[in-house]
């Protein structure tokens, strides 16, 4: 009779081999975009969109893996992955040619770098508390990140209210310790005022386009 074979003997190796396998999927899915794009195959916004939030899902993945899997060129070539293009892309950090961005909006100065970063930093955000990291050490960092690229982006329509509703969440945690958590309630309140603000500022960058 056949044996099962496991791969982990506990939870915390589940979840381990869990965030590697997202991560290796991560890799392969940015290497095929990056390569789409090369060949044009692809629209730029859409391009941009998806790069964006394999960006920040990388990001995400590889702060979970900090202590495993501290170089993710030595990940690439451990599970021999060819993932040249998506590894160029994550040095950079941002999407390729996000200079064609700026030439399709009416706002020339809303620096498409900067609008990057914003995206990718709500995306890093969400997963973060999709993923139950709800601890003020945790979120702070996350939450200064976002607000600083924010700040980047002076132009942005009064009716934005992302700053100012970061800038609150920020007072919360403040007056938290740092290893204290959010509750149930507070994390359902975050998650929706960062879904809000962020399909608010999609809205913005759609009306500039």
Known sequence: MDQEI?????????EEYDN?????????????????????SIDQDEYFTTCTKLLGQFKTTSELLKNTVPDIEEFAKRYK??????????AAGVPN????????????TLNPKFVAQV???YI???????????AVDELHPLLSDLIQYIDKLPQLPKEFTGRSVITDWLIV??????????DDDQIRELSFDLEKTYNQFHRILEENQ
């Open 20 to 40: 590697q396998a997202n991560l290796y999927s991560i890799l392969n899915s940015l290497e095929l975009l990056e390569r789409a794009h090369i060949r044009d």
């Open 97 to 108: 040619d996000y200079e064609k961005l700026s030439s399709k909006t009416s706002v020339p």
């Open 81 to 90: 992955l060819n993932c040249s293009a998506a590894l160029s892309r994550i």
């Open 173 to 182: 945690l403040n007056r938290m310790k740092a290893s204290e958590c959010l």
């Open 119 to 121: 995206v990718q930093s």
């Open 124 to 134: 890093t955000l969400m997963d973060s508390i999709k993923l139950n990291m709800v």
């Open 6 to 14: 496991r791969l982990y003997r506990n939870f915390k190796e589940r």
